[in-house]
């Protein structure tokens, strides 16, 4: 391979992810501008009027709708349906806002209307329907916790890659249980610190953002392969941090607010928002969204071990298989383990398993010591090598799920080859009986002095 093409390889992936950071946050957070953010105005002819003088100043950043009174105003605000309720009588006007939806988005509409009430002659009174606790004065902390739980999920899914003795089950059992740990401990800090309301709720949406990230991931992996990286970096933090609510969604671009919907990062704030500060409002979408994810991972490792199964039956048609397992889950190439051969016996005293291991006998069935044991793919490509010990045996660990052909040589011997299909989480043996070339020629060499004899005795 020429160096040309190992230095891009080798920057192609950093390369993209510094562009992505570099265009993503600089451009959602840059200069926030409200974009078609929901206002409702009590009464309809002020509603024509609050709309009119904000599209003056603001083209296309409000749709305002008109609702019956005040009272309906503020309670849109807690429904979520709008982010502010306008209110004007006489010399008096009332503008019900919500800090938790974040401070930025609070400052510019109290901004917007104490200019537009002023312009009215009347007195701008600001009501905050959804206040934050204390110690979250920008009513963005509940997004720092939700990238707490958003990015770890990925790395998890990344390191259950490397897991070559767990199965499918294995590793999704393991991101439940490592899904509800986080929300647990998570949810016990942001209490403890007076970050967030104590509602264990919110211990639901911390789960399903864990688990949805997790499962996705490993659902992806077998078929991004060695673009699992920059696929799993790119959804998770180049394109879920800005679209996370850090700065309000209705202040980002279009683009930003398309990915807010459907992001689990953003959906997971916007859920620990409903069930912290607006009575469990609005809740529901996100909850479907991150289900969703969680179905769709599934689906894909569902996927994946159709496709292997497919290939294990065409294979098992063309090559007899003995004991052959069901499909493996194939990790991506650059999050695989190193093959490695393992000391025999030493794992059981370690935390490595093998995953390939057998004995190597002659034709009398006594161990063969030293004897070479070559592990190769499909394509002929060596994997490792290793040695018999003095009882015959070898053991070896790391290797890719699928097919691999493993042969045995020692001099003087004739080298023997089985095909195996390796599955994650299970030892497969494979075992050797070689014969001796030497005992085979020097029985040729006796019978052929014994004709020779025969025939002069003959003669």
């Known amino acids: 391979m020429s160096l040309a093409r190992v230095l891009a390889e080798a920057v192609s992936i950093p390369a993209i992810l510094f562009l992505g950071l570099l265009f993503c946050f600089p451009m959602a957070f840059h200069q926030p501008q409200p974009d078609h953010a929901k206002l409702v105005v009590a009464d309809l002819a002020t509603e024509r009027k609050v709309d009119t003088a904000l599209q003056r100043q603001h083209p296309g950043g409000f749709d305002v709708t008109a609702v019956a009174d005040a009272q309906k105003a503020r309670q849109a605000v807690l429904d979520r349906d709008a982010v502010a309720g306008f209110a004007a009588k006489g010399r008096h006007a009332d503008l019900y806002v919500a800090k938790a939806n974040g401070v930025t988005l609070e400052q510019a509409l109290t901004k917007g209307f104490t200019q537009l009430a002023a312009h009215n002659h009347q007195r701008l009174t600001v009501t905050d329907v959804a206040p934050t606790v204390s110690k979250d004065g920008s009513g963005t902390t509940l997004v720092y916790f939700g990238i707490a739980w958003n990015v770890p999920g990925y790395i998890l899914a990344t390191t259950l890659l490397r897991a070559v003795t767990f199965n499918r089950r294995r590793k999704l059992m393991t991101v439940v249980g490592v899904a509800a740990l986080f929300s647990v401990v998570g949810f016990y800090v942001g209490v403890g610190l007076g970050f967030f309301p104590d509602d264990p709720a919110a211990l639901a949406i911390a789960f399903l953002l864990t688990t949805a990230v997790a499962t996705f991931s ?5 078929f991004v392969k060695h673009f699992f990286p920059l696929v799993g970096l790119g959804l998770y933090v180049v394109l879920s941090v800005p679209s996370s609510g850090l700065v309000p ?17 953003g959906n997971a704030v916007d859920g620990l928002r409903g069930v912290l500060y607006f009575d469990d409002a609005g809740v529901l979408k996100p909850v479907l969204v991150l289900c969703a994810w969680i179905t769709a991972g599934t689906a894909l490792l569902s996927l994946d071990a159709w496709r292997h199964h497919r290939m294990a039956v065409r294979r098992g048609a063309e090559v007899e298989q003995e004991d052959i397992p069901e499909p493996p889950v194939e990790d991506p190439v650059v999050e695989a383990p190193a093959p490695t051969a393992l000391p025999v016996h030493a794992h059981h005293f370690g935390e490595l398993l093998p995953m390939l291991e057998g004995v190597v006998r002659d034709g009398e069935q006594q161990p063969v010591r030293h004897a070479a044991v070559t592990v ?14 003095a009882r015959g045996e070898y053991a070896v660990t790391g290797l890719p799920e699928g097919y691999i052909s493993v042969v045995v040589s020692c001099p003087g011997r004739d080298p023997l080859v089985h095909q195996k299909l390796l599955q994650s ?6 075992d050797f009986s070689m014969r001796d ?13 014994l004709d020779l004899s025969q025939a002069r005795h003959g003669s």
């Open 218 to 222: 490993l659902g992806m992996a077998p």
């Open 249 to 265: 969604v209705q202040l980002l671009p279009r683009f930003f607010q398309g990915l807010h919907a459907v992001m689990p990062l």
């Open 376 to 389: 190769m793919d499909t394509g002929g490509r060596q994997l490792v090598r290793t040695t018999t010990n």
């Open 425 to 430: 989480g299970v030892a497969v043996r494979a």
């Open 437 to 449: 070339r030497r005992n085979g020629t020097s029985a040729r060499a006796a019978t052929q002095r």
